[in-house]
């Protein structure tokens, strides 16, 4: 009980320190950019990003809800964190969001030492937030909330500076976020839970597997994923003229995903009954691959074979790396978090380093303009912009890996610190999920010993 | 055993078959509109239905929304095949898409031997997935993957060609659907659902009636029905000016159909305890007599009656049509669709038509050529358009019925083919659903069973 | 049975009644404008609110859907009235929508004895709807259908008028409703639920505090609010360039709110276990407080140190207050809508009151002109604006108290009139909750006597 207590403190103490900081530092830097009242600053870039004041709003608030329904569902989704983890979640989003603000803004947005938000700085701090989710969605489960609050704090100006580097520096395209977003997400997140790895957790691992989630969540998740991804993909499209294709792609992308999932799915798994979850797994594989290539893709039928790879890779991962990852190098991935926005957001960069390297100006018209600004300029040829596309994913994994890295060792050593606590706080969450009804795994297996 | 592998290996099978079939098409013939760069074709069809570009896209994302949602929740509505449904449905939609954008690029869009796809496109897509979920609701549980992808591949065409006839050679008014989406959707759902009968089945379908579905599903599909509906039935819409009316009525039906269902069900069911079932009944009925008459109503209390007569109707109808259709005609109808969206459909299709007949120029003003383009320019008189939505109705249940027999025919061949795969097959599904905690008919009765 | 009967018909006759009356008034009075169909009038008024068609839609769906959404699953949140209120919800909602329209339509609307009806008559409805709700989760679980009918049928010409006179008469600014919906609906749902307190409910209360209710509820409710409260909060912001800050001041105080959220609840209770349930508080308080001061607060920072007070203040007064409510006021709030909506929106409008005081021309801009017209035109200072601001919190608590009396003592007849068919109905909706398997709580007890 003493152990618990102080572990409850522990985490009030730290939301206070971290929420203070925050208000301290936004009431230092942070202003309102007087363009925000006009929906867009006169800068070239959000000038580009957000023509008309009517799209800024929509746009943002698609995001919002991707960024928050979407992976709020993806987490509550397995059985026993189902409730639990939408706190947890919930948390890191509320901390994100303000942290990004900051992060971001250091890179972004500083004129005479003020950081200046808009609607559009709220939808970068969106795309960080998925992010962050992403990553915690690879070591759900095995760590506690002081831990993913930490997490979350070293990681944001990790991922502020990856895109900076490659927005800003390298030119790369990702206005989906493939690299940004999902192969760094993703590849954070494993570090972390390699790094955290410990022999006498693999049993508990085992019961997870066992339970199937509550698949309400799944298919609430997966149907707003299929509804609000697209906008969320082209939220930072450059041009309203560009949106289309980035849409109309994802759409089609969605569409060949799901369809392909009943391909593999019951050839894979020898019970043959298709989960909703890997639905929803294929749902955001198909999200993931097409961030890069979303408005890249000058034909229907690219984003069709996209996606269908993509569900494709996703299923023979889970069911094949998985498992290898697991045993051979000792990193769990609680939410199958690299074969759902790992590997997609590598095939997705590979995709959009291809399309690329064949991008002409008579296919693309003044769309290249848009998307290649550097090739339509003339300072690149598109060999070089590929080039440089596939050097973004060199960086972000790297970024990635030696971030997640130090992260986990630092978790890690917190853990050590406090293993009672942790364990406490978990089965805590583990009885709240029991009592409050929503825990089908479990109510399933009691019925089962009933029955 | 053997049978249920070969049953998997049947559907993987035919889904590749299909994806690979429409990414070849796709290759062929889809491309993506120049026009749809700045997201309105320069002809004038389009640039009536989509002015601007910030209209477009949201219209798009909430008709895509309805179709997906509502409709996902109006599956997974019954109990036995609550989430399992949805995995079907999902099959569907993602099948039913790719190919409507086909099927219904062969009659619109073909310029030059290619279909250019906009995000117009998209919407028509939509439509014709709703009307097809609408006849997979009819058949729901009794037939299996296989016949459920079969069906679509059948019914799309005839959608297509149905809204061909009506729209383009007809001229008939019908922007929210009444006729090409409920009332063809249900009959021809309901001609399959006759064609499929068995005697054997009867008992199984008491059984359904027991189980009282999760109203988790329910809530949230009547819930997000009165939300985005509106704007799906205003999809098409002629013109912005024309929207208000549509959302307008729309919203002033679904207030008093919904009123109106706690009049009648109380007295109807002994029970009286009013399910939520019944109330989103009753929304979807609104919509549907609203589909066609939506932008023709010029006073708000017509949209008040036309909802009170929407959901008595649906009402009475599902309580002594219903037993009436299963008994006599041999007609099962698992999600009753027939009474909530055949009949009110055909009461739309009616209040459409008078209200065509009355329309004069006084009253909708410039909205006259938007709704009525024929009667705006001279060519028809309010009494032939009248006449003309009539003739759309008779043509509409003309091909639903001669369509769902020879669909229903060909699929019963296959079932005769292959009864123990199917029921192997379902038996799996209610498995799948015992297992996840999702089915609380069951779980309900267990817990009866134990208390 | 008798009795129950009889309620059942009263309930029906009561709803045929009020949906007769609502269409004949309807004949009588409401037309679309003629403006409507351009979607905004010729009048300052709503070519302010409204400037361009392709905003006055988005916004109606959003104001809508949070009207509906957010609230419906605040009221699904009671365990034991958990789908069962959603039908009463629904029905309240069917009923206010039509009733306000025509009460607001009064006040605001009427022109030659005509009551045109536009988009933006459907938000002020909309508005009027969340007020209504709000009261109903004061008393919810204590009154019947019918009485929550008579209720809004009361209440809802009372907030037209309080309305009225916050805004036309004394020109207080209040887009987000601090006053007119939070403060008016909770007080007043707070003194009806005083009126009709009676001794012997004390102990099915307790049963009440026992369940946690179904938190799929919650958590879908609580990401919701999330998503399109700020889009509602901003729905009557007088003109586009003033949405940002609404929204965006909105949008920090969530965030804040809901980290503040883990700061006190591990402190406040024992268990330590977050309920999802408190983070929606926090999310509903922060919104609350936001609704009068969104607009007025020009810096990040104040809305981060508001959200943050509000949900502190949620937390303190559940905590502390709400047992004194109970115990010595013997006033019940099933809801807890007094710490959720009352005191934050109490809160926000001092808020409201101080920024008024201090807003200059400077700070402003022309912003002045949309958020405080009578003191950009000099008409007003603003110490005399804060004044009127102020002077609107107690005209609000005035209304909302007499009127709450007045309504809960004709109840209190209702209820003397018949006690049994009430509990009647309430049991009915109890055994309906049991049998469909959304009733978490009861499931999770019978769990704990079989484990």
């Given at each position: 009980m003493a152990e618990r207590a102080a572990a409850r403190l522990h985490l009030s103490g730290l939301c206070f320190f971290l929420q203070l900081l925050t208000i301290v530092l936004f009431a230092t830097f942070v202003r309102y950019s007087p363009e925000s009242s006009n929906l867009?600053?006169?800068?070239?870039r959000c000038s580009q990003r957000d023509p008309s004041p009517t799209l800024g709003y929509p746009r943002f608030r698609d995001a919002h809800l991707r960024a928050l329904l979407g992976f709020g569902f993806l987490l509550a989704?397995?059985?026993?964190?189902?409730?639990?983890s939408v706190a947890g979640s919930l948390l890191i989003v509320a901390f994100t969001i303000q942290w990004a603000i900051l992060a971001q803004g250091l890179f972004y947005f500083s004129q005479n030492s003020k950081i200046y938000v808009s609607t559009q700085s709220m939808v970068s701090a969106d795309f960080c937030t998925a992010a962050i989710l992403i990553s915690t969605g690879a070591v759900l489960g095995r760590v506690n909330p002081i831990q993913m609050l930490l997490m979350a704090l070293l990681e944001v100006p990790l991922f502020a500076c990856n895109e900076y580097i490659l927005r800003s520096i390298l030119g790369v395209s990702d206005s989906g976020g493939s690299l940004t977003i999902h192969t760094f997400g993703a590849y954070f997140g494993l570090t972390v839970s390699r790094a955290l790895h410990?022999?006498?957790e693999d049993k508990r691992k085992e019961q997870q597997d066992v339970g199937h989630g509550p698949d309400v969540f799944a298919v609430v998740g997966t149907i707003c994923l299929w509804i609000f991804w697209p906008s969320f993909a082209s939220?930072?499209?450059?041009h309203d003229s560009a949106e289309p294709w980035a849409v109309l792609n994802l759409y089609f992308s969605l569409a060949a995903s799901t369809l392909a999932t009943f391909i593999l799915s019951p050839i894979l798994y020898e019970e043959g009954t298709l989960q909703v979850a890997q639905l929803q797994d294929a749902t955001l594989a198909s999200t993931a691959v097409m961030g890069m290539a979303g408005e890249m893709l000058s034909t229907p039928f690219g984003a069709l074979t996209a996606g269908f790879l993509a569900s494709q890779l996703s299923l023979l991962s889970s069911r094949f790396l998985s498992p290898i990852l697991r045993s051979?190098?000792?990193?769990?991935?609680t939410c199958g978090v690299h074969n759902v926005h790992g590997l997609p957001g590598i095939l997705g960069t590979f995709l959009g380093t291809l399309l690329a390297a064949l991008a002409t100006a008579d296919v693309f018209g003044d769309r290249l303009q848009l998307v290649f600004p550097l090739v339509a300029d003339g300072s690149r040829t598109t060999a070089e912009q590929a080039q440089w596309q596939l050097c973004g994913l060199v960086v972000t994994l790297l970024l990635a890996a030696l971030g997640g890295g130090l992260t986990g060792a630092l978790l890690r050593t917190k853990v050590l610190r406090s293993p009672p606590e942790r364990n406490e706080l978990e089965s805590k969450a583990l009885r709240e999920v029991d009592e409050d009804g929503c825990d089908h795994g479990t109510s399933s297996e009691e019925r089962r010993t009933i029955a």
């Open positions: 867009c600053s006169t800068e070239p989704f397995l059985s026993r964190y189902g409730v639990g410990q022999p006498h939220a930072t499209t450059a051979r190098l000792k990193t769990e991935d």
